[in-house]
């Protein structure tokens, strides 16, 4: 074996250091896990003749050890993040009996390439039946579920211009502030799914429905706060939703749809006409859809009470989001304006009246009623969803969102649903819509009872 180029030791400082398990295994151990007056250390074999196993020694943090055990991490980035954490690493050549021959203390960077481990040498934690091991994912699993969501998160600041609160917000003005960031971005991921899609899925009740199963995974998730002036980080779940699209394009659409919303947003200049311009020209947004996304954003921009803030990662600065420009305020904000180009098709909710007409005793009906552009003369969509359940009794922990085609013929409405991949049908008079409604409510949740009971 290679002479060692570290400080040699007159003692091996971790000679009642305690085994809990090997981690890798191969006529000897490659790799196990030690503690030592409660710390851990890993030996990791490194080379070996007929007489001596030479290990390296280093001592790593308990959340290191998780994200190795778990394959998080390749064994050679916990190695460099231990050397990061603790000044020296040790090497240690041993006997058959497990004594120790000779010991170095060494850094890093003055081991030889061949000692180290490869950049993929990522570990599974395989059969080994060991409580602790079990207790980290336990403790460390939220951890680092946070951590990830943070790594890619944006940061929002508000701030009262008015000091007597001493820059605190009130619950029910930050819940304001709040709300209008999340409709602006409720509003363009709608959207921009609609342009995205519309002219590849063109049949519209498929992509209505495609849509409604991903606003479950487009809902942001705040992971981390600052207070005093409120500080909020924000971010898309992409730890635990991915691969929940029909398709790897709807996938990346997922992924990559915050990223959008924060370019053509957040991070937009309010007194650049040109940037608005460019933005407006490259996504080809009407008017009505500019007003959806960014009136809510330029509420708060516009608003004398509140400074608004916004950057992109932990390690930037905070950038104000305000404007004067009346023209930019006009062109984004302004209803008046809308104009006629075809948008993409929204779910309505609609609520079904009776219609009576007063007829003089005696006479027959000669008027008719005439019900062009209503429900009654073409298929249309509704959505029932958790309120439509709850009404009738049933509550669900989960959200229902339930495409209803509504369709008539010879004066007989027909409601069809498709839930579960099951279709659900209810027939009845055109006078009664509200109680076909409920009835489709209740074959639905009668499937649901069952199916949960089953």
Do not use: C
Not at 58 to 73: D, S, V
Not at 178 to 186: A, G, H, K, P
Request: without cysteine.
């Amino acid at each position: 074996m290679e002479k060692i180029n570290g400080s040699l030791l007159s003692d091996y400082p971790f000679s009642n250091a305690e085994k809990v398990a090997d981690l890798l295994y191969y006529d000897e151990p490659i790799l196990s896990h030690y503690t030592f007056k409660g710390k851990n250390f890993l030996h990791y074999l490194i080379d070996f003749d007929d007489d001596l196993s030479r290990y390296l020694i280093f001592q790593i943090q308990e959340y290191e050890l998780y994200k190795l055990l778990y394959g998080i991490k390749s064994l050679r980035t916990i190695l460099e993040q231990s050397s990061k954490d603790f000044m020296f690493q040790y090497i240690a050549d041993f006997n058959f009996f497990n004594n120790t021959n000779i010991s170095y203390q060494i850094t890093l960077d003055v081991i030889q390439e061949k000692y180290l481990p490869n950049d993929d040498s990522i570990f599974q934690l395989a059969d080994i039946k060991n409580e602790y091991y079990n207790s980290l994912k336990f403790i460390y699993q939220e951890t680092y579920y946070i951590e990830q969501l943070r790594k890619k998160a944006y940061y929002l600041k508000f701030e009262p211009n008015n000091n007597h609160y001493d820059s605190s917000l009130g619950i029910l003005e930050l819940s304001n502030l709040l709300n209008l960031v999340s409709e602006s971005f409720r509003n363009f991921t709608r959207i921009d799914f609609y342009k995205s899609f519309k002219d590849k899925i063109t049949n519209k009740t498929k992509l209505n429905q495609l849509y409604n199963r991903l606003k479950e995974y487009t809902d942001s998730r705040a992971v981390e706060f600052n207070y005093g002036s409120f500080e909020v980080g924000i971010s898309i779940d992409k730890v635990l939703k991915k691969g929940v699209a029909d398709s790897k394009e709807i996938q990346y659409w997922l992924e990559d749809v915050e990223e959008k919303f924060k370019e053509n947003v957040l991070e937009v200049n309010y007194e650049d006409e040109e940037q608005i311009n460019s933005i407006i020209q490259e996504n080809n947004y009407t008017q009505s859809e500019l007003v959806e996304i960014y009136k809510p954003i330029l509420k708060i921009a516009q608003d004398s009470e509140h400074t608004f803030e916004y950057k992109g990662s932990k390690e930037k600065d905070f950038k104000k989001i305000k404007t004067n420009n009346k023209i930019v305020i006009e062109k984004l904000t302004k209803k008046d304006m809308l104009d006629n180009v075809d948008e993409p098709e929204k779910l309505q909710e609609f609520e079904y009246i009776n219609v009576i007409i007063p007829k003089e005793i005696g006479k027959t009906m000669t008027s008719k009623i005439k019900l062009e552009n209503t429900l009654f003369n073409i298929t249309n969509n509704f959505v029932l969803n958790n309120d439509n359940f709850s009404q009738y009794g049933f509550k669900y922990d989960y959200i229902i969102e339930i495409q209803v085609n509504l369709s008539s013929k010879e004066k007989q409405s027909i409601l069809n649903a498709t839930y579960d991949n099951i279709e659900f049908n209810v027939v009845g008079n055109m006078d009664n819509l509200k109680e076909l409604s409920k009835s489709l409510v209740l074959k639905i949740a009668e499937y649901i009872a069952n199916r949960d009971e089953a």
